[in-house]
C-alpha cells in the first residue's frame, strides 16, 4: 500500500515522505540518505553503475570527475574556478552528506551542471553506493 501510495505521489512529494524521518534535524548519515533515494528509486542502488556514471560525461563538458577526481577519496578542484573540494567520499571527509539540506542543493547544482537536469533517486542512490564502498 505504502509503494502505491508513492507511486501516485509527485516526485517532491516522494523525496518528502521517504526523508520525513531524517527532516527534522537536517542531519542524517550517508546511508540513511541512501536509503531514502533507493526507496524514491524503487529498485535497489548499484555502486558500479555509480561509479560509471560518475566518470563520464553525460553530454556537456564535466563529469562528476571533472571536479572531484575519478575516485574522489582526496580533494579536488573546481573545473572553471579552480576552488578546491574537499573529499567527497564520506569515509575521507565525515562532514560529507551530513546535511539532508545541502546534500539536495549540490546535487541539484551539480547534476545541472553535468547532465543539465537533476539527478534522478536512481541516479543519486548509485553514486551514493558507490562512494559509500571507498574505504580508507
Request: hydrophobic share 45%; net charge positive.
Amino acid at each position: 500500500m505504502r509503494l502505491l501510495t508513492f507511486m501516485l505521489m509527485g516526485p517532491l512529494a516522494w523525496w518528502l515522505a521517504a526523508m520525513t524521518p531524517l527532516a527534522h534535524s537536517q542531519t542524517a548519515s550517508a546511508a540513511a540518505q541512501l536509503s531514502a533515494y533507493t526507496a524514491l528509486a524503487g529498485v535497489p542502488a548499484q555502486a558500479g553503475r555509480g561509479e560509471a556514471f560518475f566518470n563520464v560525461r553525460h553530454g556537456r563538458d564535466w563529469a562528476c570527475a571533472s571536479c572531484h577526481g575519478a575516485v574522489p577519496t582526496g580533494p579536488g578542484k573546481h573545473a572553471s574556478t579552480g576552488k578546491l573540494i574537499g573529499p567527497l567520499a564520506p569515509a575521507f571527509n565525515p562532514e560529507r552528506f551530513s546535511d539532508v539540506a545541502k546534500v539536495e542543493k549540490w546535487f541539484r547544482r551539480n547534476c545541472n551542471d553535468v547532465l543539465a537536469r537533476e539527478c534522478s533517486a536512481a541516479e543519486k542512490a548509485d553514486v551514493m553506493a558507490w562512494l559509500l564502498t571507498l574505504r580508507r
